[in-house]
């Protein structure tokens, strides 16, 4: 029979994995286009003057078994990724699986790392920790007068919620408050996609902020302070995917899935 072959326009994370399984599960050739120099899209890691940089910050999680099992098969987790063999998540845990428990990242590069998330934003010249969380430094850096205004503008938008969700505006002051969306969301999100929020729909804000909302940053607050539950899976299907505290990173940037294929 004559060989089939696949055109994949981008090497990009979607592109790669298509040409992976399509080598793995048929007898269909791939052939991969990039128009760029470098393989990965925007999930690439960039070497420049001995330091590598991600485009962009990429943290591998997926509340998706197959998912997660395919990541780890090509790039099983660290050895003692914590003291008793297991990663903890979230209040979670799961068993290390045996046959990953060789691979020391001091020794070897193909390795998972698990590392802890920490992302923040600058305002005010200080650092916010983002998702926004409940802590006495948020409150200690906004102020009095600013945290009153944020609680008094969330409870008018709880209350009063606008009707019609239009925009990435209407979708964000709906969960947050007018206050909030104006300091944190507004002046970010314009500068990152270079479009006003009016002008973005509420559907690619659902897609990407999906459920949280200050009400969700409040529930994981107490579930987290209170809850006494120890058992669970890595994959934290419990948990808001932008609430998540622990990620699976690969030794060197995403871009060491390339050596892989």
């Given at each position: ?15 790669l ?28 890691t960039v070497?420049y003057?001995?330091?590598?940089m991600?485009?962009?910050g ?11 099992r395919?990541w780890?098969?090509?790039m ?8 008793d063999g ?5 209040d979670?845990?799961?068993d290390?699986?045996?046959?990953t428990q060789?691979h020391?990242?001091?020794?070897e590069?193909l390795v998972?790392?698990v590392r ?13 920790d983002?998702?926004i969380s409940?802590t006495a ?8 007068v600013?945290t009153v ?6 409870m008018?938008s709880?209350?009063?919620?606008r ?8 979708f964000i ?6 206050q909030l969306?104006?300091?944190?969301f507004?002046?970010?999100t ?9 002008e ?7 897609q ?6 200050l ?5 994981h ?23 998540i505290e ?7 940037g995403?871009?060491s ?5």
């Open positions: 029979m004559t060989e089939q072959t696949a055109i994949i326009i981008g090497a990009g994370p979607a592109g994995t298509a040409a992976i399984e399509l080598q793995r599960r048929s007898g269909i050739k791939p052939i991969v286009i990039e128009a760029g120099l470098q393989a990965g899209g925007i999930s690439r070497r003057k001995g330091n590598r991600d485009i962009g990429h943290r591998f999680f997926s509340k998706s078994d197959r998912v997660m395919w780890l098969e090509m099983p987790v660290e050895v003692n990724a914590s003291e297991q990663l903890r998540y979230q979670q845990q799961r290390i699986p045996a046959a060789a020391d990242p001091q020794t590069d998972m790392l802890r998330r920490k992302s923040r934003i600058y305002y005010l010249r200080r650092f916010f983002y998702p409940l430094a948020t409150f200690r850096n906004m102020g009095l600013r205004r944020c609680g008094v503008s969330y008018r709880a209350l009063l919620p009707r019609e969700e239009r925009s990435l505006e209407d002051i709906n969960r947050f408050g007018r969306y104006l300091t944190f507004k002046s970010y314009e500068k990152v996609w270079g479009v006003p929020c009016r973005i729909s509420a559907e690619w804000g659902a990407r902020i999906k459920g949280l909302s009400k969700g940053v409040v529930a607050f107490l579930k987290k302070s209170f809850s006494r539950r120890k058992s669970g899976d890595i994959a934290q299907k419990n948990t808001e995917t932008s609430l622990k990620f699976l990173y690969p030794k060197f995403p871009a899935f390339g050596t892989r294929g």
